[in-house]
């Protein structure tokens, strides 16, 4: 009988135990699958209008440029300026070998005798004719003679100041030196010996996209930036459209034109030039919710269905960065929930839970 009693505590405390465990492996499963459900926040996106800011890589070049050089081959005797100096319009700049002034300036003298003594005869001539001690034929001869010494000295006149004006060269324009090719003592040969820009407003040569051609108008403005200048920008104005594309770069070409005031912008210099091409509705999203996939550049947003609580994973075009938010450019419908939190659990098709 006492066995028996000791037999049915020991099968009840089996049971028990055994009702226990089971019990307590349903919760653990219920509790894994709880947890298996990710929690996210979404916030809701729409459309909004976005000034459209075009940045482009920009070349200054200058707004004009004069080859300096002799009209024929001369030693030169002097120059007054070297490259990266700036000159003044009626600067002297190059002094040539004056060699050959001297015997022009003879010609020339010679020809202002001739034409002289040409002179006195036409008018004897004219005064015999006048009192019949002469003939017309004579007078006739005579005003040939005077037209043709008359034609001599203005060739010899234009000669000599050609000389002179290639024996002392100056600066047609003011501007920066940006070339000198020859120093003192050379000849001079096919290159100039110096070219001045004029960068008193310069030119600031821009390449744009057939697509964004259309919104680029003369005289909308524009903001130029450069390394060198830091956070510091200059104004700048479109002044020419190309109207027609490079085949090389499948692009066309942009002048914008700056006073340069200061001078501080140089030929050669590279910067970036930014224009509003207007607004367009876009939607916009924080930039928290966008993913970026590893091993490649495109970008993600998880968006949330309420339906059956599950999230796609939209694949999206970004535009600009709006501070702490994103333009889209394609991608995700105004309106749709976008996941902003949770996103390292989560896969196309996941089932989640919203964060309360």
Known sequence: MKINYFYSAALCSLCLLASCSGSDKKEEKNEKKTEAIPVVSVETVGERPVDQIGEYTATVEPDLINNISSSAPNRIKAIYVDEGMRVSKGQKLVVMDDVNTVSYQTQVDNAKANLRNIQLNYDRAVELFKIGGGTKQQVDQMEVQLINAKNTLASAERTLRNVQENTVLTAPISGVVTARNYDPGDMTGSLPILTIARVQPVKVVINVT?????????GMPATLSFDTYGDETFSGTVTMVAPTVDPGSRTFGVEITSPNSDGRMLPGMFGRATLNLGTRERVVVPDKAVVKQQGSGNHYVYVYNPSDH???????????????????????????????????????????????
């Open 210 to 218: 057939e697509s964004e051609l259309s919104h680029i108008k003369q």
């Open 310 to 356: 599950k999230v796609s994973y939209n694949q999206v075009e970004l535009g600009q960065r709006l501070g702490a938010e994103y333009e889209l450019i394609s991608g995700v419908e105004p309106g749709s929930q976008v996941v902003v939190s949770g996103q390292t659990r989560l896969a196309n098709g996941k089932e989640v839970k919203l964060k309360k």
